[in-house]
């Protein structure tokens, strides 16, 4: 099948030529980012393949299908970018990759822990300055800490895993749908009210819907312990973020890391360098002594970029065969709860 594969970067090309070897698709690549001023590069495809900051909204699906598109191929896990109710109403189908490396953003997220709680990047540039000075770089020991894992799927409850085994920290966790195989593992399932109380560590593995839109404001930001650490590397709109640096003035918030921001589409993926940044909350964001920030790389490992080229390739096949895809988004499904 053709496909119109949106947002490339290089790696893109080089993770799905290699899944694409037996050229079953035709795969096109386009570097332009998905919106209503670039969907018309997808006239003429049956399929368009597009990643978390392409924008899947009402006019774009209006168009994809005007100009011949049958299937959208996400080729990441959430799909908060897509109108679903105006997917519904179109003849469109959506596929998304659920499953591709629960480790590769969970190992991320602990990444983030330990390199704000010994302030890595801080102490690796003293040292390159020969400043071996030890001011202010002090931590504290994650062992017997309590955790609160916000949203216990694939990926938090492989964040739970780590942080209890491996560190053997007290977890707390708050989900619609509690796992009994995590409970029998020793996590506490809690109200969120609870786990604001008890957490010195606040992790979220939530997906963004309306329920967890700005679920991190200034309210819950004070049902918290002073001091909080809080790490997000699920979906930017889950912080709101002008709270969390009122947080973090007022010491409530102790630190904070992020691997996704709530605009980050204007920003993450590309190379600014040379650019005035326009974005003044994201700009005071770095200006923080406590406050550790990567551009949305949890996915970022060989074995989840495999995955995720062999799994969205598969799932287009699957699509073009007419059978039941099981990675198939059903937009009354999900709007049904
Ligand atoms: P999943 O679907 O396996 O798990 C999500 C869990 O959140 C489910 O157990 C669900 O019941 C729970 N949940 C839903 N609403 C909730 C609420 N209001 N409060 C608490 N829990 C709630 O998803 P998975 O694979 O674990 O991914 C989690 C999120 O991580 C994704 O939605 C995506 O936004 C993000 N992600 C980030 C990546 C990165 O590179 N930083 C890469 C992949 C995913």
């Given at each position: 099948?053709k496909?119109a ?7 893109d ?9 037996e050229?079953?698709h035709?795969v096109?690549f386009l570097e ?6 670039t969907v018309?590069?997808?006239r003429?495809?049956?399929c368009?393949c ?7 909204d009402?006019?774009?699906i209006?168009?994809l ?7 959208i191929a996400?080729?990441c896990?959430?799909?908060n970018n897509?109108?679903l109710?105006?997917?519904r109403?179109s003849g469109l189908?959506l596929v998304?990759v ?10 991320h997220?602990?990444?983030l822990i330990?390199?704000l709680?010994?302030h890595?990047?801080?102490?690796y540039?003293r040292?390159?300055?020969g400043?071996f ?8 020991d ?5 955790v609160g894992?916000i949203?216990t ?5 492989t964040f739970a895993g780590i942080?209890?085994h ?8 708050h989900?619609?749908?509690?796992s009994?195989?995590l ?6 399932f809690v ?9 010195d ?9 309306p329920?967890?839109?700005h679920?991190?404001d ?5 049902r918290?312990?002073?001091g909080v650490?809080?790490?997000n590397?699920s ?10 640096i009122e947080?973090?003035?007022s010491?409530r918030?102790g ?5 996704v921001?709530?605009?980050e589409?204007?920003l ?5 360098s040379?650019r005035?940044i ?5 700009e005071?964001l770095?200006?923080f002594?406590?406050?550790l920030?990567t ?12 995955a ?12 073009e065969?007419?059978?039941t895809?099981?990675?198939e988004?059903?937009?009354e499904?999900v709007?049904?709860?």
């Amino acid at each position: 099948m053709k496909i119109a594969l949106f947002s490339t970067k290089s790696f893109d090309r080089r993770f799905f030529e290699r899944a694409n070897r037996e050229e079953t698709h035709e795969v096109h690549f386009l570097e332009s980012r998905l919106s209503a001023e670039t969907v018309d590069l997808a006239r003429g495809y049956p399929c368009v393949c597009v990643f978390v900051n392409d924008i899947v909204d009402a006019e774009v699906i209006r168009r994809l299908e005007e100009g011949g598109t049958r299937f959208i191929a996400l080729r990441c896990a959430g799909f908060n970018n897509v109108d679903l109710r105006a997917l519904r109403e179109s003849g469109l189908r959506l596929v998304h990759v659920p499953a591709y490396s629960p480790h590769a953003v969970a190992e991320h997220a602990v990444a983030l822990i330990l390199g704000l709680n010994r302030h890595l990047p801080w102490a690796y540039n003293r040292v390159r300055d020969g400043n071996f000075s030890l001011s202010g770089l002090e931590g504290f020991d994650l062992h017997g800490k309590t955790v609160g894992v916000i949203g216990t799927g694939r990926i938090g409850a492989t964040f739970a895993g780590i942080m209890r085994h491996g560190f053997g920290c007290r977890v707390v966790a708050h989900d619609p749908f509690p796992s009994e195989r995590l409970r029998a593992s020793g996590v506490e399932f809690v109200a969120l009210e609870r786990l604001f109380a008890e957490s010195d560590i606040v992790s979220l593995h939530c997906p963004l819907t309306p329920e967890t839109d700005h679920l991190i404001d200034a309210s819950a930001l004070e049902r918290m312990k002073r001091g909080v650490m809080i790490v997000n590397t699920s979906r930017g709109r889950v912080i709101d973020t002008p709270a969390v640096i009122e947080g973090l003035k007022s010491g409530r918030v102790g630190s904070l890391a992020i691997d996704v921001y709530e605009q980050e589409g204007d920003l993450f993926f590309e190379d600014l360098s040379d650019r005035v940044i326009q974005d003044d909350v994201f700009e005071r964001l770095l200006t923080f002594p406590n406050v550790l920030v990567t551009g949305h790389q949890g996915f970022f490992t060989e074995e989840a970029l495999t995955a995720i080229a062999e799994e969205t390739l598969d799932n287009v096949s699957c699509l073009e065969s007419g059978e039941t895809c099981e990675k198939e988004i059903i937009p009354e499904r999900v709007m049904a709860g």
